[in-house]
């Protein structure tokens, strides 16, 4: 299971591989969720008890059903602009973060775990009084999803979406003989301090949309969009987020969500090989639906949006 993926992880160059922000400090369109009841597509921010700013776009009819997306490492809301367009398309509203240290979110070095990704979602939630959303979650931002719909207040959340997620959990161990060897994250973090601008021009480019397999139609402005997202965020904070990726344990987490869960995964993910995550995940939650997409990547939510949506869209409305 494990020796594609780790091959194609280690083909990267080895060479590519404060305290919280004042408030002040971030520029912000508007503060908190009342720009909102103007009728405006509002761009704001909410900010958390230890004083962090979460940047948060949320468009469209505020009577609508949510659907709140989340990112995955290292990127942005902007990774979600076509399922934030597409939803929009169709009525609902849409909702997308910036996790603290990534984005235009305050550039943190401490709180980079998940149990704290998670209260800031707990956070934004109640702030924009969400209720009967449904969270979809990219690859570190499924891992989001399984802590904050465990731990959801009830009528917060009616579905869950994990498109190659993280869950269960990534690294290797005794408990989890098919995951990738430490070394693979050591060498994640070594390349982000060497070279964090070559780095992340490198996985885009590679095995993250699967552009380095044979026949591939290579995006140059999937791959600078990606490196953009990434670039805007802290080096701390992706730095501490790759532990919290790999090696946060989302079990107890799956076997607590009570609500409709679709598992979407590609078989030729070599970010997140699906034997090690969507194959197990499945076994654990009491409600949930795997579907397998033969071929495609780790991003397939960006290369194949137009299999992807509306997959989402009947999950969304079944």
């Known amino acids: 299971m494990g020796g594609g993926a780790i091959a194609a992880l ?8 404060t305290a919280l922000a004042a408030p002040t400090e971030t520029a912000s369109p508007a503060t908190g969720p009342h720009a909102a009841d103007k009728g405006t597509h509002a761009m704001s921010f909410i900010t958390t008890k230890d004083g962090v700013q979460i940047f948060y776009k949320d468009w469209g009819p505020k009577t609508a059903q949510p659907i709140v997306f989340h990112h995955g490492w ?113 060498g994640f973090r070594t390349q982000l301090v060497a070279n964090r601008a070559q780095f992340y021009r490198d996985i885009p480019a590679g095995p993250f949309y699967g552009f380095n397999r044979p026949g591939a139609k290579v995006s140059e402005g999937v791959i600078n ?67 397998v997409y033969k071929g495609l990547p780790h991003g397939m939510a960006t290369t194949h949006a137009d299999t992807i949506n509306p997959d989402l869209l009947a999950f969304v409305k079944g």
């Open 225 to 291: 969009n990606w490196w953009r997202q990434g670039m805007i965020g802290g080096i701390k904070a992706h730095y501490d987020c790759i532990k919290a990726f790999s090696e946060t344990d989302f079990t107890e987490d799956l076997k607590k969500i009570d609500v409709p869960v679709l598992i979407m995964h590609g078989d030729d993910d070599q970010i997140v090989p699906i034997a090690d995550s969507a194959h197990l995940a499945i076994k654990l939650v009491k409600n949930g639906t795997l579907k």
């Open 10 to 17: 280690a083909m990267l160059p080895a060479g590519a591989a």
């Open 74 to 186: 290292p990127l942005s809301a902007d990774d979600w602009d076509n399922q934030m367009m597409f939803f929009l398309a169709h009525g609902y509203r849409v909702i997308a973060h910036d996790r603290r240290g990534h984005g235009r979110s305050t550039q943190t070095d401490t709180g980079n775990e998940m149990d704290t990704y998670a209260a800031d979602v707990i956070a934004l939630a109640a702030a924009l009084d969400l209720k009967n959303a449904v969270h979809i979650g990219h690859s570190t931002g499924g891992g989001e999803v399984a802590r904050y719909v465990a731990r959801a207040e009830k009528g917060r959340v009616a579905k869950a979406v994990l498109i190659g997620a993280v869950p269960p959990i990534m690294v290797k161990s005794d408990k989890n003989p098919g995951g990738l060897p430490m070394e693979v994250f050591d």
